[in-house]
Every structure is written in structure tokens, then in C-alpha cells.
């Protein structure tokens, strides 16, 4: 593999490398560059690719006068309380999964396997329905129970492949020194595989904060909206306000790249171990 | 050498199934049952079993052949394009070159952003006015009047497939790169000296050591594509006049616009069938049993 191409190849390869950063980057930078701009100069058919008066004032109107830090502060009291549950449980299930032979082992892999094919949209009307018996409709409540129960079949999977890279020995070793079996999970184990935790709780997070269609259904007051939620009620408006709303685009895309760019290396490792959910 | 106790690791994995029973088994049996029910929330007092009135609503609606001509297209072109896509930027990426894990970090980006942002770029990029689509076009002489893309019904749904592919690729290259990774050098020089040549190569060795990647990843791919709403939703609601509602987009406008939830539970007992039926076909076409490690 470490022979030298031949030079047309790495010519074809550069252009088509360049050119795909292009196709990502290029919206991203419209979206940028449009929250930087005026309104006079966003609703000019001279169309500006490099903004000419830069402004912050669609953040500013943003997190000042509209209802935005509430929906900021419901993302991330929601994203944060599906992190946690979420990776609670698959830490619990992931364990028994990956360190005890039981009956029904292979039923439960399997089964977990087969909620990965289950479309979220198929869950969500009778979700809705034994909500509004139960009461949870409009709660907070209700929707972290929903995107934590959506969240366990794939935290599970990915918690038990990294619970398996860990070898049996060392737990032995601490259970001989005394340890007993809890004290060998949480003082040894757990350390050990903080990566593995860490990406879990963070598909977790990701996964609440970037949804839109289970809380559009579930949540109906304003205090309660989410920010894809929140921001949706514009968009269809006729006359949108695209400053503010790619303001709006890029504060709730921050914080999810930052988790992303965290956990980058583990990406691809959890990918292949048998996950499978975009 | 694994633990055998016989309580241990059902009481650690009680919680997660407790909640996997009560919110997702049950809801998803549940729903065959209201898809006999008559059950309107704009008409609480009467909700009881109809029959197979909401199957003969939905299948006898006049919109229904065009969405489900326009859930062909959706699905078809959607993977189609991140499939194809996704494996050329693979393929740029099975080698080393400098700067690579930063290169890696930016183009899998869309993958980080959410349907709503992503939807709301794109909706913006699309501007009929004030978007920089036309107006490149324009420039580029490429088109000589403004498209208007969400808005025009013959241009809608391939406006949101475009924003759906470019979502994707990242999704698929990370699945065939990490198979790439694991196809073992020697061969790739055994085939050299051989005197194989790079599409040879390409044919004989990368795809048949990651066909059975590709099968799964297009399957599962199919699925999650077949059943994604949200960039319809956000980017046109399915319309203009239903050109691009999809069938998992009409069923979440039927629960979520009209408050039909009986209608909408038909529909989802429809789309369960077709699915089930897709994945069994599938499995049988490609002889997934030898597809290894799940």
C-alpha cells in the first residue's frame, strides 16, 4: 500500500475530495454567512457571498428578545436528563450482556438488533395515544421517557461491544484482590472504558437534541418547546426572518458539534461494532 | 470464561426491557388495533372499532397512488445517490494522505446536524428570491428563469431528495471505509504482482470483500430512508398539493395535521407490511444468511 500512485489517480482523488468539502461546506457557509448579515442585505436579489456589513444582531434579537433561551434551556435540561438515563441502562444491561451467560442471551441481541429497523414515525402515533391516557402529553417528562426508550436498544448494543474489549482477566484479578462484583464494574471497569460511556451518553444526547418530529407531537405549550420545535413554528411563516432563524440554525448546531468533534474518534470504531442507526 | 448466575443479569437488564415493553412493544401492537378504530382526537366521543373503514379511506384516496409513485422515487434516488456517493468518497478515503482525520471531521458533518437545521439550509439555499441556487445558475447560464424549487410540484420532491442524499453520504462512507480498513494488504499486492489492474482490482478484491457491507448498509439504508419525514416536513409539508408527500410523511401529517389517528395507525400497519415484506425479499435476493457478523 505504500507504493507511490500513479499520477492521474491522485490527481482524480484530490478533485473529488475537494469537491465533495465543497458540497459539505458550502451550505454551512451560506447558513453562517446569512446569520452575519443585515436584513437589507439578506433580502437583496445582488446576492452577497461575502457578507458586506457584518452584524450580530440576529443573534442578539435572538437570545434577547425572542423565547429562544427557553427553548436552548428545555434542549439541553432533555438532551442532558436522555444522556444520563440512557446511558445508565445500557451501562446495567450492557454488563449482564457482555460478562454472564443466560438464557435468552441470543433473543435479546437479536431483539434489540430488530428494534434498530423500527421507524421512529411508525412508534409515534400510538405513543401519542397511551400518552394522552397516561397523562405524559405536554410533559417534560414524557419526552425524555420517549427518546430515552428510543435510545436504549442502540446504547445497549454499542455499551456491550465496549464492555467486550475489556478483558475478563482484569476483572478477575480485582475479584480475587477482594472486590466484589459491583466494586470490580464501577472502580475498575467503568474507568476503563470512560470512552465507551462517554459515546454512548453522547448518541444519547445527540439523538434528543436533534429531533424534531417526537416533540412537535408530544409537546404543545410554548414553555416546554425544544429548539427545532421552537425555531419550527417560523419557518413556515411567509415572511420568514432568515436572519434570525440561521442565527437560530447555527446556535442549536454548536453544541452538537462539539460532542461530535469529542467523540470523532470513537465514531467509526462504535459504527462497525454491529450499530446502525444514521 | 463468562459468569453463569442464574438472577443477576435479568434483574440488570429488567429496567431497559421494562420500558422497551411498555413504550415500544406494546405501543407498536397497540397500533394494529387502532387502525380498526374510528379514532379522531377532533371527535373524542366517537372512537370505536369501524372495520376496515380507515384502510378503504386511505387506499381509495385519490392522493394515494401519487404518493406512493413519489415513495419509489423518494427511496430509489435517495439511496441510490448517497450508495453511489458515499462509496466514491470511501474509496478517496482508503488511503492515507496528510491532514486526513481533520479532512474526515469536516465532510461527516451533516451527519452531526439535525434534520431541522439541515432542512432550514436548504430551504434557504432553494430561495426562489433570494437563494443562492438560482442564482449561480442564472449566472452560470445553466438556466435562463428562476426554478422555483419547493414551491413548482414537478420540482419539490427532487429538491428534498437532493437535501436528503447530501445528508447521507457521510453515513455510507463511514460504513464502507471501515470495511475497506479491514481488507488485509497482502491481497491488494498479491493482486499486483498478478498484474491486476485498478478497476480489476477494484472489482476483484475491494467490492467482493465488502459486498456483504454494502448489502446491509442498503438494506438498512432503504429502511431509514423510507421512513424519514422530517425533511419533507420541514421543507414542504408534503406539498405542493401532496407532489411531495411520501408515505411516512402523509402518515405523520394525517396523526399530526388532521388529528386522524386511526388513518394514520392504517397507514402504519401498511408501511409495516411493505417493510417486512421489502427486508424478506431482500434477505432472499442477496442470500443474507452468509452475511456474517451481526
Redesign the interface.
Known amino acids: 500500500?505504500n507504493?507511490k500512485?500513479r499520477a492521474p489517480?491522485v490527481i482524480v482523488?484530490f478533485v473529488?475530495?475537494l469537491g465533495?468539502?465543497l458540497?459539505?461546506?458550502a451550505?454551512?457557509y451560506?447558513?453562517f454567512i446569512?446569520s452575519l448579515k443585515p436584513k437589507l442585505d439578506?433580502?437583496?436579489?445582488n446576492?452577497q457571498?461575502w457578507p458586506k456589513h457584518i452584524t450580530f444582531d440576529n443573534y442578539i434579537y435572538l437570545f434577547e428578545t425572542s423565547n429562544f433561551h427557553i427553548f436552548f434551556k428545555n434542549s439541553i435540561i432533555l438532551s442532558l436528563a436522555t444522556g444520563l438515563f440512557g446511558t445508565c441502562?445500557?451501562v446495567?444491561?450492557g454488563?449482564?450482556?457482555a460478562?454472564?451467560?443466560?438464557r435468552g442471551h441470543k433473543l435479546?441481541i437479536y431483539g434489540l438488533?430488530l428494534?434498530?429497523?423500527?421507524?421512529?414515525?411508525?412508534?409515534?402515533?400510538?405513543?401519542?395515544?397511551?400518552y394522552s391516557k397516561l397523562g405524559l402529553t405536554n410533559t417534560m417528562g414524557g419526552l425524555i421517557?420517549?427518546y430515552?426508550?428510543g435510545t436504549?436498544?442502540f446504547s445497549?448494543i454499542l455499551m456491550r461491544s465496549f464492555f467486550d474489549r475489556i478483558p475478563?482477566d482484569l476483572e478477575?484479578a480485582a475479584l480475587i484482590d477482594g472486590c466484589n462484583?459491583m466494586q470490580s464494574l464501577f472502580k475498575i471497569i467503568l474507568p476503563l472504558m470512560l470512552p465507551g460511556v462517554i459515546a454512548t451518553f453522547i448518541f444519547a444526547f445527540?439523538g434528543a437534541?436533534?429531533?424534531?418530529?417526537g416533540a412537535?407531537?408530544i409537546i404543545s405549550s410554548d414553555s416546554l418547546k425544544t429548539?427545532?420545535v421552537g425555531?419550527?413554528m417560523f419557518?413556515?411563516n411567509y415572511d420568514i426572518d432568515?436572519g434570525v432563524?440561521?442565527a437560530g440554525?447555527i446556535a442549536?448546531?454548536v453544541p452538537?458539534?462539539i460532542?461530535?468533534?469529542f467523540m470523532?474518534r470513537f465514531?467509526?470504531n462504535g459504527?462497525?461494532d454491529?450499530a446502525?442507526?444514521? | 470464561?463468562?459468569?453463569?448466575?442464574k438472577n443477576?443479569?435479568?434483574i440488570?437488564?429488567f429496567?431497559?426491557?421494562f420500558?422497551?415493553f411498555i413504550?415500544?412493544a406494546?405501543?407498536?401492537l397497540?397500533?394494529i388495533m387502532?387502525a380498526f378504530q374510528s379514532?379522531k382526537l377532533t371527535a373524542p366521543n366517537a372512537i370505536g372499532f369501524n372495520g376496515i373503514e380507515n384502510f378503504k379511506a386511505v387506499l381509495t384516496d385519490n392522493n394515494f397512488p401519487l404518493i406512493m409513485k413519489n415513495t419509489l422515487i423518494w427511496v430509489v434516488l435517495t439511496v441510490g445517490a448517497q450508495f453511489i456517493?458515499g462509496l466514491?468518497?470511501a474509496l478517496?478515503?482508503s488511503?492515507p494522505?496528510p491532514l486526513r482525520?481533520v479532512?474526515?471531521?469536516?465532510?461527516?458533518?451533516?451527519?452531526?446536524?439535525?434534520?431541522?437545521?439541515?432542512?432550514?439550509?436548504?430551504?434557504?439555499?432553494f430561495?426562489t428570491?433570494?437563494g443562492?441556487v438560482n442564482?449561480i445558475l442564472l449566472k452560470l447560464g445553466i438556466i435562463h428563469e428562476k426554478i422555483y424549487f419547493l414551491s413548482d410540484p414537478k420540482m419539490a420532491l427532487y429538491s428534498v431528495i437532493i437535501a436528503m442524499a447530501?445528508t447521507?453520504?457521510p453515513?455510507f462512507a463511514?460504513?464502507l471505509?471501515?470495511?475497506m480498513q479491514s481488507i488485509p494488504?497482502e491481497i491488494?499486492?498479491a493482486a499486483?504482482i498478478d498484474g491486476a489492474g485498478?478497476i480489476s482490482r477494484f472489482w476483484h478484491v475491494t467490492f467482493s470483500y465488502i459486498k456483504q457491507t454494502i448489502l446491509i448498509t442498503l438494506l438498512?439504508?432503504t429502511?431509514?430512508v423510507?421512513?424519514s419525514?422530517?425533511l419533507i416536513?420541514?421543507m414542504t409539508?408534503g406539498g405542493p398539493a401532496n407532489s411531495s408527500n411520501t408515505l411516512?410523511s402523509y402518515?405523520?401529517m394525517k396523526?399530526?395535521a388532521s388529528l386522524d389517528?386511526g388513518q394514520?395507525?392504517a397507514i402504519?400497519l401498511f408501511?409495516?407490511v411493505l417493510?417486512l415484506l421489502f427486508?424478506f425479499i431482500f434477505l432472499r435476493l442477496t442470500k443474507f444468511e452468509k452475511a456474517g457478523?451481526?
Open positions: 500500500m507504493k500512485q489517480i482523488r473529488v475530495l465533495y468539502l458540497m459539505v461546506l451550505p454551512f451560506w447558513l446569512t439578506i433580502l437583496t436579489t446576492i457571498y441502562l445500557a446495567l444491561g454488563y449482564a450482556m460478562r454472564f451467560k443466560f435479546v438488533l428494534t434498530q429497523l423500527i421507524p421512529g414515525v411508525l412508534v409515534l402515533v400510538p405513543t401519542i395515544i397511551m421517557l420517549f430515552t426508550v436504549i436498544p445497549l475478563m478477575e462484583k445527540v437534541w436533534n429531533d424534531l418530529l412537535v407531537m429548539i427545532p425555531l419550527n419557518i413556515h432568515w432563524m440561521t440554525g442549536a448546531t452538537s458539534l460532542m461530535f468533534a470523532q465514531v467509526v459504527l462497525t454491529g446502525v442507526k444514521g | 470464561m463468562k459468569y453463569v448466575r443477576e443479569p435479568y440488570l437488564l429496567p431497559s426491557f420500558l422497551l413504550f415500544l406494546y405501543p407498536l397497540s397500533s387502532y379514532f456517493l466514491i468518497l478517496s478515503l488511503r494522505f482525520n479532512y474526515q471531521a469536516f465532510v461527516f458533518l451533516p451527519w452531526a446536524v439535525s434534520s431541522f437545521v439541515i432542512g432550514l439550509t436548504f430551504r434557504w439555499l430561495n428570491e433570494y443562492p442564482d447530501w447521507g453520504i453515513f463511514i460504513m471505509l471501515a470495511a494488504h491488494y499486492e499486483e485498478i438498512l439504508r429502511i431509514w423510507f421512513s419525514a422530517e416536513y420541514i409539508t411516512a402518515m405523520f396523526a399530526f389517528y394514520a395507525a402504519g408501511f409495516m417493510l427486508a457478523n451481526l
